[in-house]
């Protein structure tokens, strides 16, 4: 139970070896899938903050010249 709730020593898990060491292809794809993903989030995050940022300007400067 202690084990379960995380509160024993567990075994370290040996490192694996060989050919096995290496990522499956799967994995290599899901993981530039991911990175796509989180760029294309990012640039979209920060298209929006630059596009509010010109548009709270351009308001502020209307309000400056009237």
């Known amino acids: 139970m202690l084990r379960v709730l995380g509160l024993a020593r567990r075994a370290v898990p040996r490192p694996v070896v060989g050919p096995k060491a290496y990522p499956q292809w799967w994995q290599?794809?899901?993981?530039?899938?991911?990175?796509?993903?989180?760029?294309v989030g990012i640039g979209f995050v920060l298209a929006a903050v630059v596009g509010l940022l010109v548009v709270v300007?351009?308001?502020?400067?209307?309000?400056?010249i009237s």
């Open 28 to 39: 290599r794809i899901v993981a530039l899938l991911v990175l796509a993903a989180v760029v």
């Open 57 to 64: 300007a351009g308001f502020l400067l209307e309000q400056a």
